[in-house]
Every structure is written in structure tokens, then in C-alpha cells.
């Protein structure tokens, strides 16, 4: 478990850089929380197809059809939810 709670600590670790060079917020990166409304918080539909390329990208995945939603990338909760998804099914 503690493995599992480390992993997930890194994940939104790195989603927070990328959130903070990708996805063109009024808000500094620090400001961000794990539940920060992304496009509340400014990021508009153009800017979250980049950041969704620029998170497959660090993390070497391939978000399926149907998890290309405003719901997954709404924050780096969700977005680090469904990388661990797409993670585990690809073992």
C-alpha cells in the first residue's frame, strides 16, 4: 500500500508540472490543489487536448476513446485516476 500512496504522490506531482507549462491557467502551478476545477480555474477545450498529448506523453500512455472526456481532465485527481487505469490495464 505505502508503494501504491508513493506512486500516486508522484503522479500528481508530475501532473502538476505539466498542468502548470500545458494547460494555460490564470493560477501559478503551486496554487493548483489535486481538486483545482481546471477549467474553472481557466483551461480551455484547445488547451486540454495539449495537455492530454503532453501526459501521454510523459507517462508513455494511450487514454482510450472513452476517457477522453471534460470529466477525466477536470483536475489532477481525475487525471491521475485514469493514468493508474490505463496503467493497470496495459499489465
Known sequence: MESRCSTSRQIKDQLRTIVGSHARLSLPAAEISDATDLYRAGMSSQ??????MAVEAQFG??????????????NIDSIA???ETVMQDAE
Request: glycine share 0%.
Open 47 to 52: 488547451a486540454s487536448v495539449v495537455l492530454m
Open 61 to 74: 500512455v494511450e487514454f482510450p476513446d472513452e476517457m477522453l472526456s471534460r470529466d477525466v481532465f477536470s
Open 81 to 83: 485516476s485514469a493514468i
